[in-house]
């Protein structure tokens, strides 16, 4: 299969809370376990869906993102989601470089 991202994915393995948002407030939560970060986007597993298009925080370890839900599908017990960052990227870049040091090559689709 011919990998189609433009930026590579990187495994991080860390456990979070991802806040749903509705105009701006806070209206679910649930855990979620952010499996890979790349340039403009976060890959996560969670064990509620979540509908297309919602606005959501993440809180992880040391990072926080605000984004924006692009696919949502059953993965085994739960479900994987995409999220596209819609804010500044600078903490996804620091938790690339983070993954990079750790020297865990990107995970590409046809892994």
Same mark, same amino acid.
């Given at each position: 299969?011919?990998?189609?991202?433009?930026? $590579?994915?990187? $495994?991080?393995?860390? +456990? %979070?809370?991802?806040?749903? @948002?509705? !105009? %701006?407030?806070?209206? *679910?939560?649930?855990?979620?376990?952010?499996? !890979?970060?790349?340039? +403009? #986007?976060? %890959?996560?597993?969670?064990?509620? $869906?979540? =509908?297309? %298009? /919602?606005?959501?925080?993440? +809180?992880? /370890?040391?990072? =926080? +993102?605000? #984004? /924006?839900?692009?696919? &949502? *599908?059953?993965? !085994?017990? #739960?479900?994987? =989601?995409?999220?596209? @960052?819609? &804010?500044? /990227?600078?903490?996804? !870049?620091? @938790? @690339?470089?983070? =993954?990079? *040091?750790?020297?865990?090559? $990107?995970?590409?689709?046809?892994?």
């Amino acid at each position: 299969m011919i990998e189609r991202r433009a930026y $590579p994915r990187y $495994p991080t393995h860390e +456990f %979070g809370v991802l806040h749903e @948002l509705e !105009n %701006g407030a806070e209206v *679910r939560e649930q855990v979620v376990y952010v499996m !890979n970060v790349s340039a +403009f #986007g976060l %890959g996560i597993q969670v064990d509620r $869906p979540i =509908a297309v %298009g /919602t606005a959501v925080k993440v +809180f992880a /370890t040391d990072y =926080a +993102f605000i #984004g /924006t839900i692009v696919y &949502c *599908r059953k993965d !085994n017990d #739960g479900y994987a =989601a995409g999220l596209a @960052l819609r &804010c500044d /990227t600078d903490q996804a !870049n620091r @938790l @690339l470089i983070e =993954a990079q *040091r750790r020297s865990i090559r $990107p995970k590409l689709l046809s892994d």
